[in-house]
């Protein structure tokens, strides 16, 4: 029994069977050896990109938490070390005390 068209519509062609995939040339394509392994490569990389980008994303907020808790408040104490000794300097530059380089560390 043919499918009837509906009224004011447009009727398209029966599909073809596809009994046979290698009449169909994409299809041919689709299911070459070498098209599977490109698709099983692309699949791997993107794989290894997505974990390489997590531990990078990892590795770099380890990084910044340890350097934020050890280094920023070394930093800050050598400031005000610097400032001290400044300010002893000036001090002693005031009351006339003859003016010594600081002693380095």
């Not at 791997?44 to 974990?51: H, I, L, N, Q």
Request: avoid cysteine; aromatic fraction near 4%.
């Amino acid at each position: 029994m043919a499918a009837q068209p509906k009224r004011g519509g447009v009727s398209l062609p029966e599909r073809r069977s596809a009994s046979n995939p290698e009449s169909n040339v994409l299809a041919r394509i689709t299911s070459s050896p070498i098209v599977s392994r490109g698709k099983q490569a692309a699949s791997d990389a993107a794989f290894v990109s997505k974990k390489l980008i997590r531990s990078t994303g990892k590795a770099a907020w380890i990084a910044g938490t340890t350097f934020l808790i050890l280094v920023v408040p070394l930093i800050i104490e050598m400031d005000r070390e610097q400032q001290f000794n400044e300010l002893e300097l000036q001090q002693a530059s005031l009351l006339g005390a003859p003016a010594t380089a600081p002693a380095s560390k």
